[in-house]
């Protein structure tokens, strides 16, 4: 026999405690609630992440992030009935919410509406690092924790810097590539910032503070062979066998890896160390993790079992996909999945893609499962739809506007609405750098040099890009009062581009008609 010192996900190192630390890079004003007329009442509460190591190796504390759907979310559950907590506090039912709207998909047990009718515990969702954003379908997760928080559960964001080494087989149909060190290390800590500026906004004074947590700070050090004595023990072959996951692999041309079969212990870990160290009583997740919860959930009662203490009854509960309504995953473009990160996905194209992609057999839906508004607004708003009044689209403009208030502040949703307008056929909309900077992408481009530009007449600049094939079709157009600089019509077949007309001295947005456009950008 020989002393192993192997760390279980492959030789991670050991991370070291450190202070706690501020955000960088992120000032005060910067994370200041926008919740108009509500900042006295919202407060400033912090997130916090429990002592112990995040991704930067420190425990980190935030203020809330801006734009505010507190108030919102508490007038959808204002009207439903409330009993109390031990400590008098008021107690919604957070299993008849989700269920109403559409959120529940399984419960392990209906145990747990009655215990969340009379007593509040913290609650997790776990996040992989598989890219440096979480995109439109995690958002399901965020807003489930945040609705838990809502009713007076404390929420746990799980950080897999641990098992995303390993890589969950759910819903795929060969193995995840392997990522370098460096490069999970940066998705997590992308992940992370996003999630904390996410669900500090469910930090009012009235409401528990989120919880940031990261798997690798138990498992990065933890040796393979205390791992296999003190969980794989307990683990029953069959039913890793059994679980969908699994077998679907398992009959597919690839096959499954030991390192992915085992994922579901390592997650059902997490649930136990959850437990033990931080009280957690639920996990969720989307309706393909069930396997993984459920392995957790029968960890527990095993370990507990064998240490000779009757454990706590813990619960796994599941939501929905997010699907349209013919049955396919809803949420990607043709350019890749819908990102939550405005450094990969502007707020402008996350709005553009729910107002022009949602149908109107979906959007009911997905304003109950992707927004807080109250169930009897969006009843209201279902009713008008079928009304000759109704005007077409009104239900989308309203889902991408809550959505994009919610992931990206109201900062992001004024740009946003501020690109929409400018790229409106006919818009006489006054534009800047910022603006159009957000539809670059979604309008034709061209770079010209200066001098092609500026005092060239306007009609040289059209052809020279592409607008228009030649000077005869350009001054047509101009004639017939189809042209627009920067959105300011143009009356004369003369007319010049000037130093002033170039926004911040590089950017130029010409129109010929209403709908053909062009950015130029000059070098």
């Avoid at 059994?242 to 870990?269: C, H, N, P």
Wanted: net charge neutral; proline share 4%; with cysteine.
């Amino acid at each position: 026999m020989f002393k192993t010192s192997v760390a279980l996900m492959h030789g991670i190192a050991r991370w070291q405690h450190s202070a706690t630390v501020r955000l960088p890079g992120v000032t005060q004003s910067s994370l200041q609630s926008n919740c108009v007329d509500h900042t006295a009442a919202c407060g400033t509460r912090k997130a916090i992440i429990l002592p112990g190591r995040s991704i930067f190796g420190k425990s980190r504390v935030i203020s809330p992030a801006s734009g505010c759907s507190h108030h919102v979310a508490a007038a959808a559950v204002s009207n439903l009935e409330v009993t109390k907590d031990s400590t008098g506090k008021p107690v919604h039912n957070i299993v008849k919410i989700l269920r109403d709207r559409g959120l529940l998909q399984e419960v392990s047990s209906p145990d747990l509406e009655k215990l969340a009718t009379h007593t509040t515990f913290p609650v997790y969702c776990g996040f992989d690092p598989t890219a440096d954003s979480l995109h439109l379908g995690n958002l399901l997760g965020i807003v489930v924790l945040r609705w838990f928080a809502i009713c007076g559960h404390t929420p746990v964001a799980l950080l897999g810097g641990a098992t995303g080494r390993v890589g969950d087989p759910s819903g795929k149909s060969a193995e995840r590539p392997i990522l370098s060190e460096e490069h999970i290390e940066h998705n997590v800590q992308s992940i992370q910032t996003l999630l904390e500026r996410l669900l500090a906004q469910s930090s009012h004074n009235d409401m528990p503070t989120p919880i940031f947590l990261n798997n690798l700070d138990w498992f990065g050090a933890m040796p393979l062979l205390t791992f296999l004595r003190q969980v794989g023990k307990y683990a029953r072959v069959g039913s890793m066998l059994a679980k969908d996951s699994v077998r679907s692999r398992m009959d597919s041309e690839s096959g499954i890896s030991y390192t992915e079969f085992t994922y579901q212990l390592l997650q059902g870990y997490d649930f136990v160390h959850l437990q033990r160290e931080h009280g957690c009583r639920v996990q969720i997740g989307g309706s393909d993790q069930w396997g993984n919860i459920t392995a957790g959930t029968d960890l527990i009662r095993r370990l507990g079992s064998q240490d000779g203490r009757e454990p706590p009854q813990c619960f796994g509960l599941t939501f929905p996909l997010l699907t349209s309504s013919d049955g396919k995953k809803w949420g990607k473009s043709e350019g890749g999945a819908l990102w939550l990160s405005a450094e990969k996905l502007s707020p402008f194209k996350l709005y553009q893609y729910l107002l022009k992609n949602t149908t109107d057999q979906d959007v009911i839906r997905y304003l109950k499962v992707l927004t807080f508004l109250p169930l009897d607004k969006i009843d209201a708003l279902q009713t008008d739809m079928q009304q000759q009044t109704y005007r077409p689209n009104t239900a989308q403009r309203l889902l991408a506007e809550e959505v994009i208030r919610f992931v990206h502040g109201e900062e992001g949703l004024s740009a946003a609405l501020s690109a929409t307008e400018a790229l409106r056929p006919g818009a006489a909309t006054a534009l800047d750098a910022a603006t159009l900077e957000a539809i670059a992408g979604d309008v034709p481009s061209a770079a010209l040099d200066r001098d092609q530009v500026v005092d060239q007449l306007l009609v040289q600049v059209m052809v020279a890009t592409g607008l228009q094939p030649n000077k005869s079709a350009s001054k047509r157009m101009i004639k017939g009062g189809g042209v627009q600089v920067n959105n300011a019509r143009i009356s004369s077949e003369e007319h010049r581009v000037t130093r002033e007309d170039l926004i911040e001295g590089r950017l130029l947005l010409l129109a010929a008609g209403k709908k053909n456009k062009m950015l130029v950008t000059v070098t």
